[in-house]
């Protein structure tokens, strides 16, 4: 987070000013909870556009809101942190009463705690605020040796179009290098930068990353990233990059200048599974949206979110649909569970 901030890329001038909130005690830092005033409702990944819209429309003024979040990073962990041995409930209480307090001096229209534990989530709704819950994909490492003990554990029919898309999307004379550490130099984010910026353009209007932050981040946590790039002809033409957690490796972005099928699920999915297993990681979780990554092994999750609404009608409508909204992931859920590609079990 620091980094995104001292890079430029999540600043006032971006529409992320930090707000970020600190309960002390005796003078000493006890809790902290990351927050932004918010101008928009770019790079969360929990969808807030429609609330916005309607309350605008009805006379309104949505923005600015308060966000507690990394700045586009749609991982779960906890959102308010707790230094060790102090009374964690008692800590979020006091930093959620804040943060509401927070947003009501200000004018904000609402508070956003997004991609945090259900266990957090679950407390800040006993608190009152408002709760909701959205979907990932990941990919469970059940002590597979190689890629195809876990292609073994597929249907024969899943099992044979991974292979084919794996052929296909290296058929072109490209291989794949992944580059951690002290391996990666300014010239391979020099590539993936460009990947990032030509794919970000077509897919965002504006990518939220700029060049140095990548420089940046590669001073700080080299060891735990991995870039995986796709070369032909000597040339760089396609990268994903990937951040290496405790026992995750979290997929984050991909980018090419030159199309080839299947090349996308090949360095964001199936070199992500190959890194994983080669390196004892439990899981992948592969980022924001996407029901294609089902039948490739990825399974659903469950995101949670918990909300503020200053305004009282907005905040009964809103609550309302969260209702509903809860009902039909749950529902979601369990049914793409019925379509895992895992043999003879709903891949659990």
């Not at 002390?24 to 927050?35: D, K, L």
Request: net charge neutral.
């Amino acid at each position: 987070m620091e980094t995104l901030e001292r890079s430029g890329c999540a600043t006032s001038k971006t529409g992320w000013l930090g707000q970020h909130i600190v309960l002390r005690q005796e003078g000493a830092v006890v809790a902290v909870m990351p927050c932004y005033l918010k101008s928009h409702s770019f790079g969360e990944y929990v969808f807030d556009h429609a609330w916005a819209d309607a309350f605008e429309r009805a006379g309104g003024r949505y923005y600015p809101k308060l966000q507690a979040a990394v700045p586009f990073t749609p991982v779960t962990s906890p959102r308010i942190l707790v230094r060790p041995g102090f009374a964690r409930e008692a800590a979020e209480r006091a930093i959620a009463a804040a943060a509401v307090q927070l947003t009501d001096r200000i004018g904000a229209s609402s508070l956003h705690i997004t991609f945090l534990p259900e266990r957090e989530w679950t407390h800040l709704g006993e608190l009152g605020l408002l709760q909701r819950t959205g979907k990932q994909f990941r990919w469970p490492n059940r002590g597979y040796a190689t890629f195809d003990d876990f292609l073994s554990a597929l249907a024969s029919r899943k099992r044979k179009a991974i292979r084919k898309e794996r052929q296909r999307a290296v058929e072109d004379g490209i291989d794949v290098q992944w580059l951690t550490g002290r391996d990666l130099t300014e010239a391979h984010w020099d590539a993936f930068f460009a990947f990032y910026m030509d794919t970000g353009a077509r897919k965002w209007g504006q990518p939220y990353l700029n060049r140095k932050f990548f420089s940046m981040l590669s001073q700080c946590m080299a060891d735990d990233l991995l870039l995986v790039l796709a070369r032909r002809n000597g040339r760089y033409v396609a990268g994903a990059l990937n951040i290496v957690g405790a026992d995750t490796l979290f997929g984050r972005y991909w980018g090419a200048t030159e199309h080839h099928e299947f090349l996308h699920f090949e360095l964001c999915f199936y070199q992500a599974i190959d890194y994983a297993i080669a390196h004892g990681l439990s899981f992948v979780e592969a980022g924001a949206g996407g029901q294609h990554k089902l039948s490739r092994g990825y399974l659903p999750m469950t995101t949670y979110s918990a909300h503020y609404v200053a305004h009282r009608g907005l905040r009964r409508a809103i609550a309302d649909y969260l209702d509903d909204e809860r009902n039909w992931v749950e529902v979601e859920q369990r049914e793409l569970g019925e379509h895992a590609p895992y043999r003879n079990e709903d891949g659990g």
